[in-house]
């Protein structure tokens, strides 16, 4: 026996939104904007957003033209009684009826609301519809809730707040309090909470179990998600635990002894922990690299002093400048460092000396009358006008 819709088509459905949805909203466009100015800066993020972008656009195409080719769409001539509700209950709403369509695909029980090119689409799937039997108000439900989406904006502002999406926890927080607003909707289009919680229950154990479900056992285990790690991956999650939202919409089911403070405590604890690892690592990684850094350094300039080192950085390169005038003199000199380096390594057993301020060799230049040898010095500059020594032909 159908079970009749409580609210007629005139009643205006209302509610208000889950209340931190629109706080959640404002720090995710924050974090977009700022996310954004980064991607724009840096010039080389900005390619890749705008790939990724791509990649998504290309694929929202591909589905919306599966979609209007092989999904049915809702109209007065075709399913007429399931058009007239979902009209009646934009209606409702107020705001504009979408397009709609009814698609089958492969058993799955869901329903969605998309957008794309500025038009509103929401698509029913034929299996959940039919899991709803004759039970209008959970069919209700489900259309009231996709059409939420639509009407609280859930879909503008797309491209802007993408970034903000994909922040940990804040745009898994986003989402979920979007789907709060969204059953509230639903739970004023089904017209009571017993058929607006058929609906969720159907999504959680199928069409043949689902309208047995011992609702007030399944609100129960919201106790077995009530832990650091468990409420730590729901707020990773994009949509709330069923169990949870069905207590929402039917709180009579609950039996009062679940708090959800001892989840929370426990995972913000975990986070926290998290947090102190990272930030002592990092703080070990630095020092390790600095005092790598100075054992580099120690190696290179054995701890002397600037003037020391000065010192050294003269008299090698009084030793590289006679080994170039002995080798090559002044009329045809080496055209690079390579070429001195070569023939000390082949008519000596010497080390082949380098700059003591960076310990790498010497900066040398072929001059068109001569030859030039530097050091960077203390400055780290090159060429440095800190010690050099340039030979050219009278």
Same mark, same amino acid.
């Given at each position: 026996m159908a079970v009749l819709n409580a609210h007629p088509a005139s009643r205006r459905i209302r509610p208000d939104r889950w209340p931190t949805e629109m706080p959640l909203f404002v720090a995710v466009v924050v974090s977009s904007i700022l996310i954004w100015l980064f991607l724009v800066i840096s010039v080389v993020g900005l390619i890749y957003a705008a790939l990724i972008g791509l990649f998504f656009f290309v694929s929202h195409l591909v589905f919306v033209s599966h979609l209007r *080719? /092989? *999904? &049915?769409? $809702? *109209? !007065? #001539?075709?399913?007429? =009684? $399931?058009?007239?509700?979902? &009209? #009646? $209950?934009?209606? /409702? %709403? =107020? %705001? =504009?009826? !979408? #397009?709609a369509y009814l698609l089958q695909a492969d058993g799955a029980l869901n329903a969605l609301a998309t957008r794309f090119l500025g038009r509103d689409i929401v698509v029913l799937y034929s299996d959940l519809l039919a899991a709803c039997g004759d039970n209008e108000g959970a069919r209700d439900m489900i259309i009231a809730h996709e059409l939420a989406h639509l009407r609280c904006g859930h879909l503008r502002w797309h491209w802007l707040t993408l970034p903000g999406a994909f922040v940990p926890f804040l745009g898994s927080a986003l989402s979920r309090a979007r789907e709060y607003t969204c059953d509230r909707f639903g739970l004023e289009g089904a017209g009571d909470p017993a058929t607006a919680t058929l609906g969720l229950a159907i999504l959680s154990a199928g069409p043949r179990f689902g309208p047995a479900i011992n609702l007030r056992a399944f609100v129960n285990q919201r106790s077995d998600v009530n832990t650091g790690m468990m409420t730590l991956g729901e707020w990773l999650s994009s949509h709330p635990p069923l169990a949870k939202r069905i207590a929402i919409l039917h709180p009579s089911l609950a039996d009062g002894r679940f708090h959800p403070g001892k989840g929370r405590a426990l995972a913000g604890g975990i986070v926290a922990a998290a947090l102190v690892v990272v930030a002592v690592g990092t703080v070990a990684a630095v020092r390790i690299g600095s005092g790598l850094m100075s054992v580099v350094s120690g190696t290179t300039n054995g701890g002397a002093t600037p003037d020391q080192l000065r010192a050294q950085a003269e008299a090698d390169i009084s030793r590289l400048s006679a080994f170039v005038e002995q080798q090559w003199g002044l009329e045809s000199p080496p055209s690079t460092i390579d070429e001195v380096f070569a023939r000390w390594r082949t008519v000596t057993n010497e080390v082949f000396p380098i700059d003591p301020f960076d310990g790498y060799p010497y900066g040398y230049t072929s001059l068109s009358n001569g030859y030039r040898f530097w050091s960077l010095g203390p400055d780290a500059t090159s060429p440095s006008d800190d010690v050099v020594l340039e030979t050219t032909r009278p």
């Open positions: *080719g /092989s *999904g &049915v769409r $809702l *109209g !007065p #001539d075709q399913f007429p =009684e $399931l058009h007239r509700r979902i &009209v #009646d $209950l934009a209606t /409702s %709403m =107020e %705001m =504009e009826p !979408p #397009d």
